[in-house]
């Protein structure tokens, strides 16, 4: 079965008649799609199946970025020229199909709480589960926040944005697999992990985050570009602070 298929279907709550009409194909289409992984449909059928579902082409048919390239770009699955562009469901797929590692190296995250509905309450379930979830802030007091601070010039200010995402944290201080860090040193490069796969924002000098141009990534060999950011994040994640233990630190003072 093509189970990326068959799980957006589900998703959206599509029986295969009525994505049939949506795609303009015959039902009969629809279920060879399902029952044969290796058949790809003609791009205007991916294209209108994508909108339908609400999913990438590549999600659903992952062989389709092999037709299309070859080498270290094959890791590519989508550019999007701002992340407000990007589908909805991404993220929320993403999050939700990690099982091991979950890395949020967005210098805020603030956004994470705004467009994700109980977000806490998903984070302490993939805990429980067993997946590792880290969080690399920066440091709503260091002279490089304020200086991004000044650069972008709005009244929600970086730091206000992350006390925002550390008020959420701290409700699940409970949980050990949810770990916590300051840096600084991705200011202008937020990276954010989902096992295989990977987002990556280049924030561009006087905007903020939803302005940025957006890569989903995927691995798909040793020392490309997805390990590349991967090793960024582990080298931000090795020079980071504590969050909980500074607020000790602090409280001791």
């Known amino acids: 079965m093509n189970e990326p298929l068959l799980r957006a279907m589900a998703h959206a709550n599509m029986t ?16 060879r799609w399902l029952n044969d992984p290796t058949r790809v449909p003609h791009a205007r059928h991916r294209a209108a199946t994508s909108r339908a ?34 589908p909805a469901s991404l993220w929320r797929q993403l999050i939700h199909r ?3 590692e979950l890395v949020f190296a967005g210098y805020t995250n603030y956004f994470l709480w705004l467009e994700h509905s109980s977000f806490g309450d998903l984070l302490r379930k993939k805990a429980a589960a ?41 409700k699940l201080r409970d949980t050990p697999q949810i770990e916590t860090r300051y840096e600084t040193g991705h200011v202008s490069l937020s990276v954010f992990r989902f096992d295989q796969d990977m987002i990556v924002t280049p924030l561009l000098p006087g905007r903020i985050g939803h302005d940025a141009p957006m890569m989903h990534l995927r691995r798909c060999q040793d020392d490309g570009v997805f390990d590349r950011f991967a090793g960024h994040i582990e080298d931000l994640w090795s020079k980071g602070r504590d969050v909980w233990n500074l607020e000790v630190q602090h409280a001791e003072a």
């Open 98 to 100: 990690a099982e091991h």
């Open 16 to 31: 295969a008649p009525q994505l049939a009409r949506l795609v303009g194909v015959d039902p009969k289409t629809i279920g």
């Open 130 to 170: 067993g997946c590792r979830i880290r969080f690399v802030l920066g440091d709503p007091a260091s002279p490089v926040t304020r200086q991004r601070e000044m650069e972008e010039d709005v009244p929600l200010t970086l730091s206000t944005r992350i006390e925002v995402t550390l008020s959420e944290l701290a």
């Open 53 to 86: 579902l609400d999913e990438e082409e590549t999600v659903l048919w992952p062989s389709v970025q092999a037709l299309v390239k070859s080498g270290p770009d094959r890791e590519l699955m989508q550019m999007y020229p701002y992340r407000s562009a990007a």
